[in-house]
């Protein structure tokens, strides 16, 4: 009967230290790192980020153009994750579906996010870009003004119609 208590008490002892020694996973929340495989391609992300359906590569460095939205899934409705800064270079990882490109910080393969094909591009020709957008801004902002019909008044005075709304004003 001794024997029996102490095989018991052992057993006891041995179930308890081994389930002391177990710790539980940590709990997964938006910022923890997780990966998975698309298209042949590992991605590492945060776990708020959703993984594509499909991926090509890219891996090189482009520019915002703007200070776009990157947001958590490809498309429109999925949340903004963070924002670009204007001019600023980042990594283009590859085109993903919709035609949206997924994005790492500069220099790095963690994806942080997607973004529309035209909130960025290459870097090389970052600057030839905002001065082709610069030359139309300036073009349309040179055109001659409408003239104004002016006619005389009483000799020493004029009245001149507004070419907007067609009211006369007189000087």
Sequence with gaps: MRIVVKIR?????????????????PPVNDDTIVSS??????????????????????????RALYNASVMSRPDFGGKVVRHLENAQPYTVLGRVENNWLAIAEKDQDQLIGYLPLRAVVKSALYEETIKADQRRKRVRATQPAKKKTCVAVDGDSKACQNSSSGTWIID
Aim: glycine residues 6%; proline residues 9%.
């Design 37 to 62: 495989t698309v298209d042949g391609v590992t991605l590492t992300y945060r776990h708020a980020i959703t993984p594509p359906h499909t991926f090509s590569p890219v891996n090189e460095e482009y």
């Design 9 to 25: 008490i052992a057993l006891g002892l041995l179930f308890v230290l081994s389930v002391a020694g177990c710790k539980s996973p």
